[in-house]
């Protein structure tokens, strides 16, 4: 099991339940102040499509990337599966209509866990395998498969890419891989003392934009900042102010870095500024425990409450909120079907556009695909299998 899924899978038992009341009725509610426990429903707009998949094409998704009009969806094996070790779904961006399934077997994937599109190329990251599986992005065919011992990749389980590097986040060795993407050679591992990386061997996650690279260290209540070009550690982001604890992901765009800490007792977002690492704020006012986060459109999105409460909690159990990137402030909190009851757990995505959000069912292998509006936060289709 990858280390992001322990807080996903309480809610899991109900996704059909959900699913089932998609059509019925769905909730936003924009606030510009914490919001109230209990959101006003709105009807379903005529605008909504439902998408189904043929077969087995969606089973316990835990990642998603798009880019270039595709979405590609990271689909994790279990036992319950049927013994398949997952695949990659990819999808149109603009439809939700299928293009390909990237099979386990020909394409070398197993349990993958986190995916990266750039270009032409799309990557996977696969959790047991150790290794990360490179595909061309226009036909879904492999490319190759890294794996050697020199990557010393080590229970995988994030990647990020910026310009023409990768880097992989690996739990089992606290370390960063740097790829050359082009080539698929290595050019560093990142590791030591100094760096302070230190994940737990539970959650990792990786962010690289505008010449940086950000992980946060979920053991060590702190996010470490690494220079993009030459692998040198700038700093190691830590302190009271911060008020990071347990941090389980980050996302980078443009001249700022958000951090997710999901400790028992404490979900919040720290806003730094990405070029010198000053904390510019710390957001409490979440209407819920929140999991997963990604920049889209004009805003910050959050999966809320991915299955556990934190303590004062008392937002609807499964949803997502939008921040506004310059203020913090909370747009809008999107609760209901298909969230509510779900466990839209650590894969969610944004372009320009579209956010898309996985619901996966980690006991039997099922999940779906909800896909909002990043302009006005509308549920747009469902896309199922």
Do not use: H
């Not at 398949?84 to 394409?107: C, F, H, K, M, N």
């Not at 100094?194 to 010449?211: E, P």
């Amino acid at each position: 099991m990858g280390r992001k899924r322990a807080a996903s899978t309480v809610l899991a038992g109900t996704c059909a339940v959900a699913l089932a009341l998609v059509l019925s009725a769905w909730t936003v509610t924009p606030t510009g102040a914490p919001l109230a426990p209990v959101p006003t429903s709105a009807p379903v707009p005529a605008s909504l499509s439902s998408v189904k998949l043929p077969g087995k094409v969606l089973s316990a998704p835990e990642a998603m990337a798009v880019a270039g009009g595709r979405v590609w969806i990271a689909n994790s094996f279990y036992p319950q599966t049927g013994g398949d070790q997952g695949w990659v779904t990819e999808l149109s961006a603009r439809t939700g209509a299928l293009i390909r399934v990237i099979s386990a077997r020909r394409d070398r994937l197993t349990d993958p866990e986190a995916v990266a599109a750039v270009g032409d190329r799309v990557w996977v990251v696969n959790s047991f395998g150790d290794s990360l599986v490179e595909l061309d992005a226009a036909t879904g065919a492999l490319i190759r498969v890294i794996a050697a011992a020199r990557y010393q990749l080590s229970d995988p389980g994030a990647v990020a890419a910026d310009g023409n590097r990768l880097w992989v986040a690996n739990a089992g060795g606290d370390s960063v891989t740097e790829i050359d993407a082009a080539t698929g050679a290595l050019i560093r591992v990142i590791a030591g003392a100094r760096y302070q990386l230190n994940s737990g061997g539970f959650s990792v996650a990786i962010a690289a934009a505008g010449g940086r690279v950000w992980v946060p260290n979920a053991a060590g209540d702190s996010v470490t900042e690494i220079d993009a070009a030459t692998g040198a550690l700038i700093r190691v982001i830590s302190g009271a102010r911060y008020q990071l604890s347990a941090p389980v992901e980050v996302a980078a765009a443009g001249d700022r870095v958000w951090v997710v800490s999901s400790s028992a007792d404490n979900s919040s977002v720290t806003e730094i500024d990405a070029a010198t690492g000053a904390l510019i704020r710390v957001i409490t006012s979440l209407p819920n425990f929140s999991f997963a986060i990604t920049p889209g459109g004009a805003g910050v999105w959050l999966v809320t409450n991915a299955g556990v409460k934190g303590v004062g909690d008392t937002g609807p159990e499964g949803a997502v909120a939008e921040l506004q990137s310059g203020s913090g402030r909370l747009i809008r909190d999107i609760a209901g079907p298909p969230f509510a009851g779900s466990a839209p757990g650590g894969a969610i995505t944004a372009d320009g556009t579209g956010v898309w959000v996985a619901c996966a069912n980690f006991y039997s292998g099922g999940g779906w695909v909800a896909e909002l509006s990043a302009v006005t936060g509308k549920l747009v289709r469902v896309i199922s299998a």
